[in-house]
């Protein structure tokens, strides 16, 4: 069975960092893309980060670029999300999640919520002005 468990979330000042942190059990993603969705309270779910089996290829959503850099360990089956200058507007409880499929670089599905197959808890992420 497939877990992948969050860590690394807290409250913050705005400017500060966080780092987050995205164990995964149960088979080995080194092949598949991962990548860290957000939800804010009454919003819907949206794409942060993705990367692949090397790093090669990351996609980072426009009001995060910049300052927010996503990267992965293939040997431990780990991702992480490294935020610096936090703004209140990051508020959101942060989802990792990864999928069995194969994305090419153009394809509009690495940012699509649907298409991962599975997903962490989430870890909250709060961030005061």
């Known amino acids: 069975q497939v877990h992948l468990v969050e860590s690394g979330g807290g409250l913050v000042q705005a400017g500060e960092s966080l780092r987050l942190s995205c164990v995964a059990s149960g088979r080995s993603f080194s092949g598949n893309p991962m990548g860290w969705f957000r939800q804010a309270p009454g919003k819907e779910r949206e794409f942060v980060a993705a990367?692949?089996?090397?790093?090669?290829?990351?996609f980072v959503e426009d009001t995060v670029k910049g300052r927010f850099t996503i990267t992965r360990d293939n040997g431990k089956n780990k991702l992480y999300l490294q935020m610096n200058s936090l703004k209140p507007e990051d508020t959101a409880v942060y989802y990792c999640?990864?999928?069995?499929?194969?994305?090419?670089?153009?394809?509009?599905?690495?940012?699509?919520?649907?298409?991962?197959?599975?997903w962490g808890q989430g870890t909250q992420v709060t961030v005061s002005s």
């Open positions: 999640a990864a999928t069995v499929k194969h994305f090419l670089p153009d394809d509009p599905r690495w940012y699509a919520t649907n298409e991962y197959d599975y």
């Open positions: 990367t692949t089996l090397n790093g090669g290829m990351t």
